[in-house]
């Protein structure tokens, strides 16, 4: 199919690119406690980008016929803006695992299995406990007019579960997954249930909100709040744009000395890896900032054309709609946290990483509401916290309720007080918990 | 195509089935800056197979190559037998409808040139860009659609729909040193061509405004007396309240009946709120939802008091109260869940003037750049606001953001005006991965004795 589209595109304009995607899903929904419903989805489709006299124009479609995915990318490059893109030639792609075997093959009866288990481990009086285990398996094919073409298989399998525990007016939800290319272990499943379990048992009693500038240990859920800045301001885009604050502030020291951020396409078994990006570009890793420093911005073809500088192979699309760029895996480690060696796993460990023994007075902040709303770019956020947990004399003493958190992540991350030994996958990201020192906390 | 569906049921002997057909056009336009991004046009085909047996779960099927329909009303009917039930799934009763509901197309965007617009959403982009040289950067996006659609299932309904939809959406970025602010302007129907026009004057206040918050001071932190505009109120309510509503919410969970029991005083008297998908012309009207139940104005607060709830078939039969039309799903891609429509509260009385004229210092909160709620908790970040001093509204403010618990706010609400408005907003509302739904909003200013607001919380 794909081949046919981009000898047809390249008949009729300077160059093309196109991308085909089918996936397959198969997912199963547990509520209350017993499953539902089972489901599939099938789905493919194409996605054509043709230059036309310099042109860029773009069409597609889950029904591809190539003449008319040709003839409509064509029309909408007579509208587009001039953009010098240069397709990549072929080259040597890293291989990468994005396929598991045994996930691909696994029977419904081995997805129904997980489910239950799950569901089995977390039931307890008066809560209700929710479940989801997906399977997608797929295969992606990119291909340009300068001859690079490469197609890989993927899976993934993702396990969710959450607990619902309503007192009164008090309303509690605890929810974590488990996702990686392959199905979970017997391990990973443990992982998993102790997570939510001892997140659920933390919360039970309510201790009230302190208040102040206090360490705040944010964990990998809880940080995103702290990242969604860096990851916009990191996007060559911003940068383009002339809105990124960190443009004019490479090779600076701007965070703590110990402060990393990676991307990795290439680490085995994630769902996010890929040899090549969307856009026939083979992966690599890439440093985001070094000891504090930041080093380099994510391109795709078309930025990096209009920055002058090469693609860095963060190219996105879908079937629909222009490529863009995008992170794959962002691991955030700090000089002496443990790598991500492995593609799966909840991780384990305590609440709060081990970083709340010396802490006096203090917060573990799980879950925060309202993040993304609001001027995010600026690195300042306020929001009221969803889970959070009182730290008092290095224990926890209880859930805070009606407490919210404030600071502005770039005087935050000036100074780490320390990494958590608890890094773990959040979808495509790594981190362990982070303690950040300064953090405004009022109750209300 | 009707007669393929009917077929297709016909040949299938699960006990309840339903096919979901669509097939979707549309054009998409976008802007960075002075910049084109894109000028694309589009075709998004599926279906989507539904299949329950008795003491069996549901059976999903969902696909994009139509010539797979016979195999995956198969699938979906094995599927569906894979699920084993001790306590079985049933649906509430509605009666079979057979209709073709074609909305008015308002000037069928799939005959207009894309040409034409990309030059419409130019002239509003650089109405944004021209307001000042401290608008540095715009966001301004154009897309419309027409969906053909197709419902059928084996109690004998048979439905054909025409949905137009059109979104445009911009967002003007002003930047000063290092301080930088946004302003939005969106607007979402359920029309065509002709009402994407004329919208001019909106973009160019965004951007002013945009401009204008460089200047004007955060608001200092604190519990204040606050009154909502017509958007925010409309926002509060889906997100803080309407949410709730929702029976699959509820159905399963003991506890959450409880605390969800018809009758429970919410708030004052003076406190309406409902959910009308068949309200006339706004973006979350549908003649039926996507399970073939007629749509209809569902009241859920009344007096303060809970009276009702939104439902599917399902939440419907498990609770043994009526359907609502409210089983909705965004596209072929996914099975209907509980959703909203158009979601209100209800005017009151009185004027703008009338609510604030006793306040002596309060916030005014308008317009919404986002909302979350996790279930009793919210956060609401207004797109900008305004002191109230002495009675009047005084100057801007920034950084506006309302946190707070649902259960105490609702019970806060002190006025309401009766300057009751829908607000059709592009977006959409997101719920177990489905995403954007087409919804409305409505509300009058509404006055909210204390709540807490943030923005330099803290200091």
């Known amino acids: 199919m794909i081949e046919r589209l981009i000898e047809l595109a390249r008949t009729q304009s300077d160059g093309a690119d196109a991308i085909w995607r089918r996936s397959d899903r198969t997912g199963l929904e547990f509520e209350a406690g017993r499953l539902k419903a089972a489901g599939v989805s099938e789905e493919s489709g194409a996605g054509l980008r043709v230059v036309s006299e310099g042109r860029v124009g773009l069409a597609g479609s889950t029904a591809p016929d190539p003449a008319a995915l040709v003839e409509r ?34 029977s419904i009866e081995q997805l129904m299995d997980i489910g239950r288990e799950v569901v089995e481990r977390l039931t307890r009086d008066g809560c209700q406990v929710n479940a989801s285990v997906e399977r997608i398996v797929g295969e992606t094919t990119v291909a340009n007019s300068a001859g690079a073409h490469r197609s890989y298989a993927e899976s993934a399998v993702v396990v969710g579960a959450d607990i619902r525990r309503i007192a009164g007016d008090d309303v509690l939800m605890v929810y974590d997954q488990f996702l990686a290319v392959g199905l979970p272990n017997a391990k990973d499943l443990d992982a998993l249930v102790e997570s939510i379990v001892s997140r659920l048992d933390h919360a039970l009693t309510i201790a009230p909100p302190p208040e102040g500038s206090l360490p705040v240990v944010f964990t990998p859920s809880g940080l995103a709040a702290i990242m969604l800045p860096l990851e916009q301001a990191l996007s060559g885009k911003a940068v383009l744009q002339g809105v990124s604050p960190l443009a004019s502030r490479k090779d600076e020291q701007v965070f703590d000395p110990s402060f990393g951020l990676i991307d990795d396409p290439l680490i085995a078994g994630r769902p996010s890896s890929r040899p090549v990006d969307d856009e026939a570009v083979p992966s690599a890793r890439l440093p985001l900032i070094e000891n504090g420093k930041v080093r380099r911005f994510i391109y795709d073809l078309e930025t990096a054309a209009r920055a002058g500088v090469r693609s860095t192979g963060h190219g996105r699309r879908g079937i629909f709609g222009k490529p863009h760029s995008d992170y794959s895996n962002l691991v955030l480690r700090g000089d002496h946290s443990p790598l991500p060696t492995t593609g799966r796993g909840v991780g384990s460990g305590t609440i709060g990483g081990g970083l709340i023994a010396d802490m006096k007075d203090g917060l573990i902040v799980d879950d925060l509401i309202g993040v993304g709303q609001g001027n995010v770019m600026g690195g300042a956020f306020s929001h009221p916290v969803a889970l959070a947990y009182r730290v008092q004399n290095g224990a926890i003493t209880g859930r805070v309720k009606d407490a919210a958190v404030a600071g502005n992540v770039y005087e935050l991350l000036k100074k780490i007080g320390g990494w958590g030994n608890d890094g773990r996958w959040l979808g495509s990201r790594w981190s362990p918990s982070l303690l950040l020192e300064g953090v405004s906390v009022a109750s209300r | 195509m009707k007669d393929r569906l009917t077929a297709a049921l016909k040949a299938s002997s699960a006990d309840y089935l339903d096919i979901r057909l669509e097939s979707t056009t549309s054009s998409a336009v976008s802007f960075r800056g002075k910049r084109l991004e894109a000028a694309t046009a589009s075709v998004d085909q599926g279906g989507c197979v539904r299949a329950l047996n008795h003491g069996c779960g549901w059976g999903v ?17 094995e599927l569906s037998r894979a699920v084993r039930l001790e306590r079985p799934i049933r649906l509430a009763d509605v009666a079979p409808q057979q209709a073709d509901a074609i909305m008015d197309l308002d000037g069928d965007v799939r005959g207009v040139a894309l040409a034409d617009k990309k030059r419409l959403l130019q002239e509003y982009n650089d109405l944004m860009l021209g307001v000042s040289d401290r608008v540095v950067d715009t966001q301004a996006s154009y897309r419309d659609e027409v969906t053909e659609y197709w419902f059928v299932n084996s109690e004998g309904t048979v439905l054909y729909e025409l949905r137009p939809e059109v979104v445009i959406s911009g967002v003007a970025i002003a930047r000063r040193n290092g301080t930088i602010e946004k302003g939005l302007e969106s607007i979402g129907l359920r029309r065509g061509w002709k009402s994407a ?47 709730l509503s929702e029976a699959d919410f509820v159905y399963e969970n003991p506890q959450a009946r409880e605390m969800m029991t018809l009758g429970r005083r919410f708030g004052n008297k003076i406190l309406n709120v409902g959910d009308n998908g068949a309200a006339a012309g706004l973006r979350g009207t549908l003649a039926f939802d996507d399970e073939g139940t007629p749509t209809r104005d569902t009241a859920l607060i009344k007096e303060g008091v809970l009276v009702g709830r939104l439902h599917s078939r399902e939440t419907a039969a498990a609770m043994s109260e009526a359907p609502t039309g409210n089983g909705r799903a965004i596209s072929f891609r996914h099975p209907p869940i509980v959703r909203m429509t158009n979601t209100y509260i209800g ?57 707070g618990n649902l259960f105490q706010t609702l019970d806060r609400i002190e006025r309401i005006a009766g300057d009751f408005r829908w607000n059709q907003m592009g977006g959409g509302c997101g719920k177990g991965g489905q995403f954007p739904l087409p919804v409305t909003e409505g509300s009058p200013h509404v006055r909210i004795e204390e709540a807490l607001v943030g923005g330099e919380v803290g200091s």
């Open chain 1, 73 to 106: 990318a064509r029309a909408s490059a007579e509208l587009g803006e001039q953009v010098a893109i240069a397709f990549p030639k072929p080259a040597q792609a890293p291989d990468v695992k994005t396929h598991d075997r045994a996930a691909a093959d696994a």
């Open chain 2, 61 to 77: 099927a969902s696909f994009t190559s139509l010539d797979e329909l016979p195999r995956m009303v198969q699938r979906a009917d």
């Open chain 2, 347 to 403: 005017a009151g009385q009185g004027t703008f003037e009338d609510l604030i004229k006793d306040i002596k210092l309060g916030v005014y909160a308008c317009g919404a750049f986002g909302g979350q709620t996790l279930l009793e908790n919210f956060s609401f970040t207004a797109a900008w606001g305004h002191m109230i001093r002495d009675g009047k509204v005084a100057e801007l403010v920034k950084d506006v953001v309302l946190a």
């Open chain 2, 197 to 243: 026009q004329g919208h001019h004057e909106a973009f160019r206040v965004v951007a002013e405004r945009a401009a204008a918050l460089l200047d004007a001071p955060s608001v200092k932190g604190g519990a204040y007396p606050v009154v909502l505009d017509s958007e925010l109120g409309g926002v509060f309510i889906h997100e803080a309240f309407g949410h």
